[in-house]
């Protein structure tokens, strides 16, 4: 089965203690790069490769997006489950806009009023088999596959087969860099591209293992692994505390799927109490 849907369910067992994810005791080393925004889906991506026993190197990216709280989730995240280092790469994705995320484009809000959605979940799913289907403004133009580039560079660096990313096809908003054929396309691309797999040295993965789980599936994975999930932030459009907090909005399309994903879950979110 190729590497996107291989992962839909991960390999092996962890065991918690007071919150924290100790990897599983096997014989030699394996090194992985994980993408890591600092949101729920890369965090639970990470916390996954942690449990199947990978040293994990976390990649973030500051691309000059409308706000840089989720870095700092990153950077707790990557500290609380103890990531073997966390880089963080600069460039200018607002030089090129083309995003809500990277211009002065208004970010979609929802109206939100009591007992009028079911679910923040199925609210705004999106057909992810039909290329035709609207893409929200939120879509940053081929950003997994700048991010899954700088990746594959520092996983040939670090001689890593293993590549995380928290894609996911269900609860999205329809990105189409999301989708389960980009990612064995850009696996099969990897495997052209590097001097490392060309010399037959490493044959490199593409590891999604949200990829056909619903948000609340993954929350519960999650804290199932002793994610903090008061660690990560969603928001597209947080606003800002007079003490100089950022706050989430509560309406954009992130702020709305997680909120639905901790209700289907049953969980509180421990980020509004944070």
Not at 93 to 120: M, Y
Not at 132 to 153: C, D, E, H, K, Q
Request: a positive charge; aromatic letters at 8%; glycine letters at 8%.
């Amino acid at each position: 089965m190729r590497a996107a849907r291989r992962q839909a369910e991960p390999q092996g067992r962890s065991t918690c203690k007071r919150g924290h994810i100790f990897r599983l005791m096997k014989h030699g080393k394996k090194t992985a790069v994980v993408l890591l925004s600092g949101g729920i889906d890369s965090s639970t991506a990470l916390a996954i490769a942690m449990s199947e026993g990978f040293d994990c190197y976390a990649l973030s990216f500051d691309y000059s997006q409308r706000h840089k709280v989720e870095l700092e989730s990153a950077k707790r995240v990557a500290e609380h489950l103890g990531a073997k280092k966390h880089l963080v790469i600069s460039f200018n994705l607002r030089e090129i806009g083309g995003s809500a995320l990277t211009s002065e484009i208004d970010v979609p809000k929802h109206e939100l009023k009591t007992g009028s959605q079911k679910s923040g979940t199925t609210h705004i799913r999106t057909n992810h088999s039909n290329p035709r289907t609207r893409i929200p403004v939120t879509y940053v133009p081929a950003r997994n596959t700048i991010f899954l580039s700088f990746g594959l560079g520092w996983a040939e660096v670090l001689n890593a087969p293993d590549i995380f990313i928290g894609a996911n096809v269900v609860d999205y908003s329809g990105y189409p860099d999301c989708r389960p054929e980009y990612l064995r396309a850009y696996e099969k691309m990897a495997n052209l591209a590097t001097k490392i797999s060309v010399e037959g040295k490493i044959k490199f993965r593409i590891n999604a293992p949200l990829l056909h789980m619903t948000k609340n599936e993954i929350i519960k994975k999650g804290t199932e692994l002793g994610l903090d999930y008061s660690l990560t932030w969603s928001c597209y459009d947080p606003g800002v505390t007079d003490s100089g907090k950022a706050v989430p909005c509560g309406r954009c399309d992130s702020c709305v799927i997680r909120a639905g994903g901790f209700r289907d879950a049953g969980i509180t979110d421990p980020l509004l109490n944070r």
